[in-house]
């Protein structure tokens, strides 16, 4: 099974990211998390990010807030697929991250989830996984199936009150 690498440009991200660390350790998917800074570490990221498809990862998901360098400069150095995080800072509250993640030029994309989306990032690396492993495929249709039913089930005791 393909692992999911994260990294996150400061460890103040990691309240955000053990979300998508939840979520994956949930459908029992391997993952490494790394602190590595595409302003201050660069050389340390772009290394990480050129071996990851030889070290056994399958999709990398980049978390930073404010200039949010880091998803561009993973996705710049590997064809495996990235996904960014941008992170909410104080400054902007994370729209300068989002903007950041999302505006990448032609050739170098990162698939982008909300600011602070952890977990949607997380399901997103496990459907990408899930294309070419028909376990973490069965697994994802289990969860959906079963947020769908907790979302009728929500409908029928709202129908109950109402209706009574």
Same mark, same amino acid.
Request: proline letters at 5%; charged letters at 20%.
């Given at each position: 099974? %393909?692992?999911?690498?994260?990294?996150? /440009?400061?460890?103040?991200?990691?309240?955000?990211?053990? %979300?998508?660390?939840?979520?994956?350790?949930?459908?029992?998917?391997?993952?490494? +998390?790394? +602190?590595?800074?595409?302003?201050?570490?660069?050389?340390?990221?772009?290394?990480?990010?050129?071996?990851?498809?030889?070290?056994?990862?399958?999709?990398?998901?980049?978390?930073?807030?404010?200039?949010?360098? &880091?998803?561009?400069?993973?996705?710049?150095?590997?064809?495996?697929?990235?996904?960014?995080?941008?992170?909410?800072?104080?400054? &902007?509250? /994370?729209?300068?991250?989002?903007?950041?993640?999302?505006?990448?030029?032609?050739?170098?994309?990162?698939?982008?989830?909300?600011?602070?989306?952890?977990?949607?990032?997380?399901?997103?690396?496990?459907?990408? &996984? /899930?294309?070419?492993?028909?376990?973490?495929?069965?697994?994802?249709?289990?969860?959906?199936? %079963?947020?769908?039913?907790? +979302?009728?089930? %929500?409908?029928?005791?709202?129908?109950?009150? &109402?209706?009574?």
């Amino acid at each position: 099974m %393909k692992k999911v690498g994260i990294i996150m /440009g400061s460890d103040s991200d990691l309240p955000i990211v053990r %979300k998508a660390m939840d979520m994956l350790s949930s459908f029992n998917v391997p993952y490494e +998390v790394h +602190v590595y800074s595409a302003h201050r570490t660069p050389d340390e990221a772009g290394q990480f990010a050129a071996a990851a498809r030889e070290n056994g990862f399958g999709v990398l998901i980049a978390a930073a807030g404010m200039a949010a360098h &880091l998803a561009g400069a993973v996705a710049a150095r590997t064809s495996l697929p990235v996904i960014g995080i941008p992170c909410k800072s104080s400054a &902007l509250d /994370g729209i300068d991250a989002l903007l950041s993640t999302v505006q990448m030029p032609t050739g170098v994309p990162v698939a982008t989830v909300a600011i602070n989306g952890a977990a949607n990032a997380a399901l997103l690396a496990i459907q990408i &996984l /899930g294309v070419s492993d028909p376990e973490i495929a069965a697994r994802l249709d289990e969860k959906k199936a %079963k947020d769908a039913a907790a +979302v009728l089930a %929500k409908d029928a005791a709202l129908q109950e009150e &109402l209706n009574g």
